[in-house]
């Protein structure tokens, strides 16, 4: 067994980077790792970057995060993995970020999320420590919401522009 299997086999965690930001996310949530260049960008929808096709001609919508966890149009330099996540609702999420590290759980200690960064609009259940530095707890599935819920504000504020601009009928 290579060594790459041997961390993943051991793991209980997949830490993603999005620029200096990272969150962990169970291992069990982590499904394929994609390469960024297999993104069909003809396929955009939304705030989605495109599609990619996973599996037997199932595909799934491919989202960007910037380090401030904002949705962006286009994955930045740095990020050229295309994790696909479960959503919670047998589908899959597919997010392009910069790194994916295998983690066994002991490597992480638990803090719960501070009173003043409590908010229905994160996806994050928790904070964690990770080798002197805070990283975000979160799922799959709070994930697919974040970013469905940022993508249908995002596309609201888009309609209320082009209203505004009174280029919309």
Same mark, same amino acid.
Request: hydrophobic content about 45%; glycine content about 8%.
């Given at each position: 067994?290579?060594?790459?299997?041997?961390?993943?086999?051991?793991?209980?965690?997949?830490?993603?980077?999005?620029?200096?930001?990272?969150?962990?996310?169970?291992?069990?949530?982590? *499904?394929? %790792?994609?390469?960024?260049?297999?993104?069909?960008?003809?396929?955009?929808?939304? *705030?989605?970057?495109?599609?990619?096709? #996973?599996?037997?001609? @199932?595909?799934?919508?491919?989202?960007?995060?910037?380090? %401030?966890?904002? #949705? @962006?149009?286009?994955?930045?330099?740095?990020?050229?993995? @295309?994790?696909?996540?479960?959503?919670?609702?047998?589908?899959?999420?597919?997010?392009? @970020?910069?790194?994916?590290?295998?983690?066994?759980?002991?490597? %992480?200690?638990?803090?719960?999320?501070?009173?003043?960064?409590?908010?229905?609009?994160?996806?994050?259940?928790?904070?964690? %420590?990770? /080798?002197?530095?805070?990283?975000?707890?979160?799922?799959?599935?709070?994930?697919?919401?974040?970013?469905?819920?940022?993508?249908?504000?995002?596309?609201?504020?888009?309609? /209320?522009?082009?209203?505004?601009?009174?280029?919309?009928?």
């Amino acid at each position: 067994m290579t060594e790459l299997a041997q961390q993943f086999q051991a793991a209980q965690y997949a830490a993603l980077s999005f620029g200096r930001f990272r969150v962990v996310v169970p291992l069990q949530d982590l *499904h394929s %790792l994609e390469p960024v260049l297999d993104v069909d960008t003809q396929q955009r929808n939304g *705030h989605s970057i495109g599609s990619i096709e #996973l599996r037997a001609g @199932c595909s799934a919508r491919v989202y960007c995060l910037d380090e %401030l966890f904002s #949705l @962006c149009d286009a994955p930045p330099s740095d990020q050229r993995i @295309c994790a696909v996540l479960d959503d919670g609702a047998e589908g899959q999420l597919c997010l392009v @970020c910069g790194t994916v590290e295998a983690l066994p759980g002991e490597v %992480l200690t638990d803090f719960p999320m501070p009173a003043c960064m409590t908010s229905a609009a994160t996806p994050l259940a928790g904070l964690a %420590l990770l /080798a002197g530095r805070v990283v975000g707890r979160t799922s799959g599935a709070a994930l697919a919401q974040f970013v469905a819920a940022g993508s249908a504000a995002a596309e609201a504020i888009y309609c /209320a522009e082009q209203l505004l601009d009174g280029t919309l009928v």
